[in-house]
């Protein structure tokens, strides 16, 4: 589902609150960001490790992170699910680190199983395929293109929102987007014509 401008500002607000109420030590209000962003947090580092206890252990990790360092956290442009998605990427990242094994990356089917289907849906390419052959192509893309796409069409983030959570310019952002968009087209497109 496609929220408007005025859902989006009241969702946007609603979290705002919750994330303030967090800061000033109320767990209840943590537990129902926890509620909001849970599904997308696993979805992510789901597609970024092979066992799925990894990723459960991993999403709790991002969650006590974020838990412990809420009283840190200071908006200044940088919405709330930005900033939990750094700690979700520094938290695979530091799983590898501390194991030191060669990153193994799921596919992207994995990452998505636990999302709604209608949330990945991008109006130009992805609303006529079979989400089954999207996940299959997404795994011939690079890992810059595959997170752009999830925070852009599992996460829900707008350019801004997904620069700031890569760390990339919003040039960047659209770029890599573009250039996703169009592989996928392109690896779907001889799919179909060899399948």
Known sequence: M????RETA???????????????????????LYDEFADRVYAFVRGRVVS????EDLTATVFL???EAINGYDDRGIPFGAWLFRIARNAVIDSYRRTARVPEIASAEDAFEVMDVSAIVDERVFARLEVEEVCEAMDSLTEEQRSVLMLRFVWGFDVKESAQGLGKSEGAVKALQHRAVRSL????????EHG
Request: proline share 0%; charged share 30%.
């Open 185 to 192: 087209t392109r690896l779907l497109a001889e799919e179909n």
């Open 2 to 5: 496609v929220l408007g401008a």
């Open 65 to 67: 992170k974020a838990w």
């Open 52 to 55: 799925t206890q990894d990723a």
């Open 10 to 32: 009241l969702a946007e607000r609603h979290i705002d609150r919750l994330v303030a109420k967090a800061i000033a030590g109320d767990a209840r209000a943590f537990g129902r």
